[in-house]
Nanobody, 124 residues
Framework: QGQLVESGGGLVQAGDSLRLSCQAP????????MGWFRQAPGKEREFVAA????????YNDDDVKGRFTISRDNRKSTVYLQMNSLKPEDTAVYYC?????????????????WGQGTQVTVSS
């Protein structure tokens, strides 16, 4: 059920967009709640967004909700995080994670499987 692989990170300027991808086993993407977390230097890992098996979504706060969109393509076994209007404070390592089926969870401890992360750096 594991083997989550993130991609799509990079160095961008403030205001730019990036789309992160998380490739996972087909069963994981189809049945599990999938989430994105991020960790900035010197800070704790924080919840960004999650999507349940049924398609319900949750976001960290209104600011993220207005700029980021989480989605899932079961045919490609991939979960995406579209990030628009990026800010320097979005700079972090972004992690994909999978939790047992249920409502989108914001809790780090709910997620059983994690990817290695992809670096996103936003310059001002």
């Amino acid at each position: 059920q594991g083997q989550l692989v993130e991609s799509g990170g990079g160095l961008v300027q403030a205001g730019d967009s990036l789309r992160l991808s998380c490739q996972a086993p087909a069963r994981t993407v189809m049945w599990y709640t999938m989430g994105w977390f991020r960790q900035a230097p010197g800070k704790e890992r924080e919840f960004v967004a999650a999507i349940s098996r049924s398609g319900s979504t949750a976001y960290n706060d209104d600011d993220v909700k207005g700029r980021f969109t989480i989605s899932r393509d079961n045919r490609k076994s991939t979960v995406y995080l579209q990030m628009n209007s990026l800010k320097p404070e979005d700079t972090a390592v972004y992690y994909c994670a999978a939790a047992q089926p249920g409502s989108p969870s914001r809790e780090h401890g709910s997620y059983e499987h994690w990817g290695q992360g992809t670096q996103v750096t936003v310059s001002s």
